[in-house]
Nanobody, 115 residues
Framework: QQQLVESGGGLVQPGGSLRLSCAAS????????MRWYRQAPGKARELVAS????????IYLDSMKGRFTISRDNAKNMTYLQMNSLKPEDTGVYYC????????WGQGTRVTVSS
């Protein structure tokens, strides 16, 4: 069964950090570009960051540049999102997916940034 499982979310104060993880299974992971998405309350899902198959190219939403870092470990079939200097507007459910997308999406991991 092909699936992606996100973890690592939680409640954090503004200015804090979290590291999200995405475990891939059931398919050959390394050839795929991987992406992190966020769905804020009441809003559509949006792309946060993207990383190429060998990790040489990364892309970030402008508001995340300098604060978030996407990485991957092809030997472990894992994708990560290191989030620093978190802001309340970073609150939402974070999902990972590959390109082309895998359906259904994972359950996501919830991040709440609040004092």
């Amino acid at each position: 069964q092909q699936q992606l499982v996100e973890s690592g979310g939680g409640l954090v104060q503004p200015g804090g950090s979290l590291r999200l993880s995405c475990a891939a299974s059931g398919f050959t992971f390394s050839p795929y570009t991987m992406r992190w998405y966020r769905q804020a309350p009441g809003k559509a899902r949006e792309l946060v960051a993207s990383i190429s198959s060998v990790g040489g190219t990364t892309i970030y939403l402008d508001s995340m540049k300098g604060r978030f870092t996407i990485s991957r470990d092809n030997a472990k079939n894992m994708t990560y999102l290191q989030m620093n200097s978190l802001k309340p507007e970073d609150t939402g459910v974070y999902y990972c997916n590959r390109i082309p997308a895998l359906f259904p999406w994972g359950q996501g991991t919830r991040v709440t940034v609040s004092s």
